[in-house]
């Protein structure tokens, strides 16, 4: 387990992923608002970029027509419309079979990053900036 | 039964006190609804030469469709117990009235001709033999009175289900219909579709067809359409404890729709978010299929893997279809079907999935 740098954090739009590369890994990480997470990029259905897939908050209903959206969040395949949960990486429709691997992430300041057990592979860390630390 | 005596001497006919969950009494006709009008219809319909009411695709008055017992089917309940019940030795049989009532546009006619049908079914049949039920007939074009003549039954629970069609009005799912679903759920009606087409729209999306063989087996997409409709316009869900039973449709097709759906659903979810759980639960929960065709494969060794693709033995009711023709007599045990499940598709299958029915043990 280690902790690494992968993007500045002005480098993902809100609502939209990025494809990181950490370790052999293909991970997507997303920029939630107020926060960010990332999953494994593979859909598990056919194998397209989550990191392409739309973020939404996840669509339920009391009955039918009574729909509410609640605050989970999701991303969606961008091919079939898999839904998976960006905490569990689980999916509703299957949750103990259809998942993508969830892994934690956190912002740091740059000038905390000299310092603390971050690993930067592919790009200089500016003291001034924020960054995206994603945990593999 | 034991294990021995079932491998010794395969099963051949239904089990005693079987329940048959799909039997076709023959139309009534003017003279039989007459004393069941009320004045204005009594007059109205020899006014419009109304007489037949025979579906376009059930048409018993011409040979080829002609059944056992004069073109018109099973004359009366006499004639029934002495051909069907008493050989077969069951100990409930479900009336299926399949006419052309459902084709009918104007829908106080509808209404009119549901009722009086319906007190016809009563009277010559219901109250001839106490072995038999019916499902009740009820006017599709006018939902608010389908729901009052459902709720005027609600205490005769000789009646088990209301019947529509697998290519009638509309899809059944469609929410004009809910007022119909809401009484019959809440009355323990089971939800009966029959095959059949009223041709209110081309029974394919590319149009007509030409011979009578592409009818027949179009039959089963009408039925599929109509689960699909129901599962995702959200019956299912609104109305869990209605079992919806597809008469007539062959079981063997389901597992495709089934599977197909259950696979869709997880990326169309979204937009039906009030299916929670895999389509193929759902209908294994809530589908069930009469036996009688069966549309099984060649095979009768392959019988059992074809129950394990469509869900369960819970989902499959016995049933013999009289009087229409089918290659062995009624009352015969399919052999595609084993032996281990017969007690339950004879008899407790039907118990589970009518509330209303009653059978002295």
Known sequence: MGKHVVCRVDEIDIKMGKLVHVEGRD?????????????????PHEGADLCAGKVFGFPEADGPGCYRVSDRLMVRCPWHGWEFDLETGRSYVDPNRVRVKPFDVSVSDGAGL??????????????????????V | MTETDTLERPLTKVLPG??????????PKLDDLMPHLDAYWR???????????????????????????GTDGVQDAASLGKSLLDPTGVSAGILNLVNGVQALYDPYMSTAICQATNRWLASDWLDRD????????????????????????????????IIALAMGEAPLGRRDFWPIYRAAAEAGFALNIQPGSIYRASPTQSGYLSSL?????????????QIASLLAEGVFTEFPEMKTVLAGSGAGWLFGLSWRMAKDWRGARVEVPWIKDS????????????IRPLD?????????????????????????DYPRAHPDAPGTWPAEIPAEYAAQICKANALATYPRLEVTP
């Open chain 1, 114 to 135: 000299a310092e603390g057990p971050y690993q930067v592979e592919t790009f200089e860390v500016e003291t001034d900036g924020k960054y995206v630390i994603v945990e």
């Open chain 2, 18 to 27: 079987a329940i048959d969950c799909d039997i076709h009494p023959r139309s």
């Open chain 1, 27 to 43: 991970i997507a990480v997303f920029n939630l608002g107020d926060r960010f997470a990332a999953v494994s990029n593979k859909c």
């Open chain 2, 130 to 161: 106490p072995r038999l039920r019916a499902g009740l007939v009820i006017p599709f074009r006018n939902p608010e009175a389908a729901a009052e003549e459902i709720n005027r039954y609600r205490d005769d629970k000789r009646f088990v289900q």
């Open chain 2, 296 to 320: 099984a494969p060649p095979d009768p060794a392959d019988g059992a893997e074809l129950i394990d693709c469509i869900g369960s033995p819970d989902m499959l009711l016995y049933s013999s």
């Open chain 2, 43 to 69: 007059d109205m319909l020899p006014e419009r030469d109304i007489d037949r009411l025979e579906l376009t695709t059930m048409p018993t008055s011409i040979g080829s469709w002609a059944l056992p017992g």
């Open chain 2, 213 to 225: 063989v592409e009818e027949q087996v179009h039959q089963t997409q009408g039925f599929a359409s």
């Open chain 2, 279 to 290: 389509p193929d639960d759902i209908i294994a929960r809530q589908v069930r299929m009469t």
